[in-house]
């Protein structure tokens, strides 16, 4: 019988009850999961263990999850989905800008978390064999194109490319799937949680402002082409 490895989970999270019922929920879903109570323990786990995707409490005694996110961004490569019952806007603006991925309130109807898990794992999944160089920790390239997703940065031919938080989501997540056409249902719904509905235009928007910043012709697209009827592709050779 092949062995399956089980993709790896690990919940940060100090409110055991919480922590125990994710752990069963997600157990049963396929994952091994660990659960971390501390924030000092959050990073030796994070750090030694390496799991696919981080559920990070922001209120944590001993470190506080923003410090935690801080700590390992630099040395883990996985997803970070901080977790809180705080609705501050500045707290999600500041975890995302120290490298966090995601941002879930509390409390969170579990098929929501689980949908979550599954887009980001689903992202790792072209990289290989698309021919991504991902050699660098942290970072994704393209030629002259280099994506950091350890402070969300990216530089074309060594200049940096000024993108907002939505552009940059949708850049990483093209280039995650390069040589994959994405249709706009795939985009909306791993980037925004729910189905398209055919008339939002956000991410047409992105689109074209991705394409003005990195150089790409928007009547006769090179490096992100609108492929009719299905989608958008990101050319891995075009960079």
């Known amino acids: 019988m092949e062995y399956v490895m089980k993709p790896k989970i690990l919940v940060v999270e100090d409110d055991l009850p919480l922590a125990e019922s994710i752990d069963e929920y997600l157990t049963l879903e396929g994952y091994e999961v660990k659960i971390a109570a501390n924030g000092e323990d959050a990073v030796t786990t994070i750090l030694q263990w390496q799991p696919a995707l981080v559920i990070l409490d922001v209120m944590l005694p001993k470190k506080d999850g923003l410090t935690v996110c801080r700590e390992v961004r630099p040395l883990y490569n996985g997803y970070i989905v901080m977790f809180t019952a705080r609705e501050e806007e500045i707290d999600q603006i500041v975890g995302l800008e120290i490298g966090a991925d995601d941002y879930l309130l509390k409390p969170v109807k579990p098929r929501l978390l689980l949908a979550k898990i599954k887009a980001f794992l689903r992202r790792e999944q072209p990289m290989q064999a698309a021919g991504i160089n991902t050699q660098a920790k942290g970072f994704i390239s393209f030629g002259e194109l280099v994506i950091a997703s350890h402070n969300r940065t990216v530089t074309l031919g060594g200049l940096p490319v000024q993108l907002t938080d939505g ?13 994959t056409v994405l249709s706009r249902n795939s985009i909306v719904e791993q980037l925004k949680g729910y189905y398209y509905d055919g008339i939002e235009r956000g991410i047409d928007n992105h689109i074209s402002q991705l394409r003005k910043k990195l150089g790409d012709d928007a009547r006769n697209s090179l490096k992100i082409k609108t492929v009719r009827s299905k989608g958008y592709l990101f050319v891995v050779s075009a960079w």
């Open 167 to 179: 552009e940059y989501d949708l850049l990483i997540l093209l280039a995650k799937n390069a040589g």
